[in-house]
């Protein structure tokens, strides 16, 4: 019997040994690993730290790139933006080209025209202006008794009309007696000695010369002193 009891006892022994054994394992195992949970925190094999961090940033880069793809599209609306201005510049001055010749057109048919109306007018004064001579020659001729005639006072009027809508469409005598000869507008067909008269002075009007506005119709024709 004592020696059942002896064994008992020893068995005893041996089983609170172990408990205490494992326990404390358990214990050491905690605090060695901090109370973190096998797993956690710890490297894969084959990856570094570096790695992880690649894993982590892909959010980041994610959330970079729709900033690049909206820089991209910035630039091409820049140079589409860009394209048109050069465009519309181009039109421009095409337009303000298009104006100047129009106004140079213009300027020109209005020279043009204005040459032709004053090229018809300067035809039909001319034809009027032996009416004009023949009218002056008539009323030279009448003896100074018979210009109280009431036809020579008719001629007469009719010859003042005539010369008056002359002057109003812009037809005017030239001077000519006791002027200074100028080629321009006078035409030399006699040279004369005259003492009273400095040389080079028309002394004679042989036809009277006319102007329409600046241009000659028809030149003077006079004698000029020597």
Partial sequence: MADEKDLEKDAESTTDGEDN???KDVQDGTEETGGVPEGDGTLEEGQTEEAQEEDAAPDDNKTASP???EKRFGKKKDKATQKL???????EDQRVRQLAEFEN???RSEKEKSQMFETGAKSVIEKILP?????ERGLAGVPA???EAPFVQGVELVYKQLV???EELGVKPIEAVGKEFDPAIHNAVMAVDDDTLESGTIAEEMQKGYMYKESVVRHSMVKVVN
């Avoid at 009416?131 to 009218?135: C, L, P």
């Fill in 21 to 23: 054994t494992g326990s």
């Fill in 85 to 91: 201005e050069e465009k519309i510049a181009g039109l």
């Fill in 164 to 166: 008056t809508a002359l």
């Fill in 131 to 135: 009416v004009i001579d023949n009218f």
């Fill in 67 to 69: 900033g690049k793809k």
């Fill in 105 to 107: 057109f213009r300027k």
């Fill in 145 to 147: 008794e018979e210009k």
